[in-house]
C-alpha cells in the first residue's frame, strides 16, 4: 500500500513537473529503494511512507543539491542535513529536490538558474520565494510536505501565494547542519504542509537540539500534534495596525481584515500592539542579509565544490571567471551590496546600525508578547504577481517582504495560513508570528482555524 502510495507520487510529479518546474530533480530509483525497505520495517515510525520533497538547498546524500544556482549544477552532496537524517530515521521518504531562487536569494522563484517554477493556480504567475518549488510541489498535491528554507520570509510568503500552510520555527529550533549557508544569523530551514497537521508532524520529528549545529537551541520538544485541537478561546491576538497602511493590496487586507474576524468569532481575544521598528525591517534585513552571503558565499571558488570555467592561466583568473560565470545577476548583486556595508569606512554607517536597529525589533516584539500570544499581520502586500512583473526591479522584489523579515531579524516563529481567494482566484495569507518557542500555540491557532474556515478551492493543476 505504502510502495503504491510512493509510486503514484513519483508518477504525478514527473508528469506535472513539465508544467510546472517545481522539482530540479526527482528521485525515483532513491525513492523506490527506500519505501522497499522502509515497508520491511517492524517497528512503529512516525512518518512511515510519508513522501517529502526538498528544497535543494538542503544536503540529500547522493542527490543533487544545485542551491538553484549553475555554480553548484553538479554538485551533490556527500552526506544528510540532520533534518533528513531524523526524516528518514522516522520512516519519511525523500522523493525530489526543489526549485529555488539562486542561494535562496529572491521572493519569486525567478532567480533560479533552472527556470522559476510555475503557480499551480495560475500558470502565469509566480509561486513566490525563494522556496518556490516546495510550495508549489505540495499547493499541486503532489505531495503533502515539503521542507523549505527560510532567511526572510522564504517559506511563509511562497505559502501564501500558493494557498498552503507555511512555517518558519524559532531560530535554533530545528538543526542548520547541512542546510546551505546564505545568511546564517537568519537561517532556518522551514516546512510547508497541505495543512498545519502535516507540517506539526513533521516539526516534531526535526525540531531539536543536535551536536553538529551549535546554534541549534536545547529546548524540549513538544509533541505538537497533541494540542493541536486545544481550545483557542481566551487566546489573545495582537494587531500590530501601523502594518496595515500603506502598500497593502486592498483584496489582501479585506481578506486579512476577515481573518481577525474569525479568530475572533472563534473565541480569541484581539488586542492592539505595536512593533514600531518593523518598518526599518527590509533595510535592516538586507544589510544583514547580504553582509552574511557574501561571506558565506566566498567558498564557491571553483576549487572547493561543483563548477570551475575552463581556460583560465592562473588561479585568480580562476577564481573571478569560476564565480563571474557560475553566479547569476541577484547573487552577483547582494556579494556586492554585502561587500560594501562590510568595507571599512561604511561598516559603522551601514553593518553596525543595522544590527542595533535589529536589537530594536527584537526588542519590539518582545514588548508586544508581554500583551499577546500571537501576533497578526497579512504575510505578503500582494497575491501572486506576474512572471516577469518585479524580475527587472530588485526594489520592487524586495518589497515583497516587508511582513516577513521582522520575525528572521528577532528570531520568532511564524506561519502562514489560507485565508481567502482574491477576486481573480489567487490565494491570500494570513501571518501569525510568536514568541520563542511557541510553534505550538501557532500551529494550535492555525489548525483550528483551517478545520473552521477552510479555503474550500483547489488550484487549477492538483494531482489526483
Ligand atoms: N526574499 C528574501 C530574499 O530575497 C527571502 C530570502 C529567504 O528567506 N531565503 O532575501
Not at 521518504?93 to 521572493?107: L, P, Q, R
Not at 505540495?138 to 503533502?144: D, L, N, P, Q
Not at 479555503?455 to 489526483?464: C, D, I, R, S, W
Amino acid at each position: 500500500m505504502i510502495i503504491e502510495e510512493i509510486e503514484r507520487t513519483l508518477d504525478n510529479a514527473e508528469r506535472l513537473n513539465p508544467q510546472l518546474n517545481s522539482f530540479l530533480s526527482i528521485e525515483r530509483e532513491h525513492a523506490l529503494s527506500r519505501i522497499h525497505e522502509v515497508s520491511k520495517q517492524t517497528q512503529p515510525k512516525p512518518l512511515l511512507g510519508t513522501a517529502i520533497a526538498v528544497k535543494d538547498n538542503i544536503c540529500t546524500r547522493g542527490m543533487r543539491t544545485s542551491c538553484g544556482s549553475h555554480i553548484l549544477h553538479n554538485y551533490k552532496a556527500h552526506y544528510d542535513a540532520t533534518a533528513i537524517k531524523r526524516l528518514n530515521e522516522a520512516g519519511a521518504v525523500v522523493i525530489g529536490k526543489t526549485n529555488m531562487d539562486e542561494f535562496a536569494m529572491g521572493s519569486s522563484n525567478e532567480s533560479s538558474a533552472f527556470g522559476s517554477a510555475k503557480n499551480p493556480w495560475d500558470l502565469n504567475r509566480v509561486p513566490g520565494g525563494s522556496s518556490g518549488g516546495s510550495a508549489v510541489a505540495v499547493a499541486s498535491g503532489v505531495v503533502r510536505v515539503a521542507l523549505g528554507s527560510e532567511t526572510g520570509g522564504s517559506v511563509r510568503q511562497p505559502a501564501s501565494l500558493c494557498g498552503i500552510f507555511g512555517l518558519k520555527p524559532t531560530y535554533g529550533r530545528i538543526s542548520r547542519y547541512g542546510l546551505v549557508a546564505f545568511a546564517s544569523s537568519l537561517d532556518n530551514i522551514g516546512i510547508f504542509g497541505l495543512t498545519s497537521l502535516d507540517a506539526a508532524r513533521v516539526l516534531s520529528v526535526i525540531a531539536g537540539r543536535d551536536e553538529l549545529d551549535s546554534t541549534s537551541a536545547d529546548v524540549r520538544v513538544p509533541d505538537y500534534e497533541s494540542t493541536i485541537n486545544d481550545d483557542i478561546k481566551g487566546k489573545t491576538i495582537g494587531i500590530p495596525r501601523e502594518l496595515f497602511g500603506e502598500g497593502l493590496d486592498d483584496q489582501v487586507r479585506n481578506a486579512v481584515e476577515k481573518s481577525i474576524d474569525n479568530f475572533r468569532s472563534l473565541g480569541a481575544e484581539i488586542v492592539d500592539v505595536e512593533i514600531p521598528y518593523a518598518k526599518y525591517g527590509i533595510a535592516v534585513y538586507y544589510i544583514i542579509a547580504t553582509a552574511e552571503a557574501s561571506s558565506n558565499l566566498a567558498r564557491f571558488d571553483g576549487v572547493r565544490y561543483g563548477f570551475r570555467a575552463e581556460g583560465s592561466h592562473n588561479l585568480r583568473e580562476m577564481y573571478m571567471k569560476t564565480r563571474e560565470e557560475g553566479f547569476g545577476p541577484e547573487v552577483k548583486r547582494r556579494i556586492m551590496l554585502g561587500t560594501y556595508v562590510l568595507s571599512s569606512g561604511y561598516y559603522d554607517a551601514y553593518y553596525s546600525k543595522a544590527q542595533k536597529v535589529r536589537a530594536l525589533v527584537k526588542a519590539d516584539y518582545q514588548k508586544a508578547f508581554t500583551k499577546c500570544d500571537a501576533i497578526l499581520t497579512p504575510t505578503s502586500p500582494s497575491t501572486a504577481f506576474k512572471i516577469g512583473e518585479r524580475s527587472d526591479d530588485p526594489l520592487a522584489m524586495y518589497l515583497s517582504d516587508i511582513y516577513t523579515v521582522s520575525a528572521n531579524l528577532a528570531g520568532v516563529p511564524a506561519v502562514s495560513l489560507p485565508c481567502g481567494l482574491s477576486s481573480d482566484g489567487l490565494p491570500i495569507g494570513t501571518q501569525l508570528i510568536g514568541n520563542f518557542w511557541s510553534e505550538g500555540t501557532l500551529i494550535n491557532l492555525a489548525n483550528v482555524y483551517e478545520n473552521q474556515f477552510p479555503l474550500g478551492a483547489k488550484p487549477v493543476v492538483f494531482a489526483e
